[in-house]
């Protein structure tokens, strides 16, 4: 069974650039969750989604950060413009059915914004 | 809201020798704990969880941890460290939310020393 997937692993960017990162849920979950850790703190939650729909963003720091899922698939997190303080490690998370508190990570994708 | 304190952010501990990573949760009693590792260049991976239950839960590569609601604790244990042991550590209660994210400890960063 493939494991939880995030593309790309690193990104550099530059301040005021776009940049959408990308995640692949192990199949058949149908919940799907985001997190950062920006450098020295702790990993915080962003997002939450049920198949295709947000079920809760209170995590999301403002709106220059947009997701998607769309056909409760594969996510999308897209920054637009990007600032430095978005820098950090954006992790995907996906779980299944009723047992959502057993998560499974994916790599984590890297952002610079310089 | 469900919160949790790791003791250190770093840890050495010779080969072969104790570890004990600690976390303490806040007063009320979470459904679940968990804890995660993640490896240089690496995702989280779940490393053990606690359901109601057995408070003595074993994990993944010899870790163990148990609950002790007494001292709202859930340190994580292994007898004797291996080097491929070194990474960092997280305890990781449930949040409050209706998304069942989780909350995220610190970190404690683990070096075993040769």
């Known amino acids: 069974e493939a494991g939880v997937t995030q593309f790309p692993s690193h990104s550099v960017i530059e301040k005021g650039q776009t940049v959408t990162l990308r995640c692949d849920p192990i199949s058949g979950h149908d919940n799907l969750y985001w997190y950062r850790r920006v450098m020295g703190k702790e990993i915080k939650f962003l997002l939450h989604?049920?198949?295709?729909?947000?079920?809760?963003e209170s995590g999301m720091p403002n709106n220059r950060f947009l997701a998607e899922r769309t056909g409760g698939t594969y996510s999308t997190l897209k920054v637009q413009p990007a600032e430095l303080e978005d820098s950090g490690v954006y992790f995907c998370a996906s779980s299944q059915g009723d047992r959502t508190y057993e998560q499974y990570f994916g790599p984590g994708t890297r952002l610079t914004v310089t | 809201a469900q919160s949790v304190t790791q003791l250190g952010s770093h840890v050495s501990v010779s080969e072969g020798a104790l570890v004990l990573l600690r976390c303490n949760y806040s007063s009320s009693v979470p459904p679940y704990l968990f804890w995660y590792v993640q490896y240089p260049n690496q995702g989280l991976q779940l490393l053990l969880k606690?359901?109601?239950?057995?408070?003595l839960v074993k994990g993944i590569n010899g870790f163990e941890a148990e609950f002790k609601k007494s001292e709202t604790s859930f340190h994580l244990t292994k007898p004797s460290a291996h080097m491929s042991d070194a990474a960092e550590y997280f305890c990781a209660p449930p949040g409050s939310g209706s998304a069942r994210q989780l909350t995220f400890g610190s970190g404690t960063q683990l070096t075993v020393l040769p």
């Open positions: 989604f049920v198949k295709e729909s947000k079920q809760d």
């Open positions: 606690y359901t109601t239950g057995a408070t």
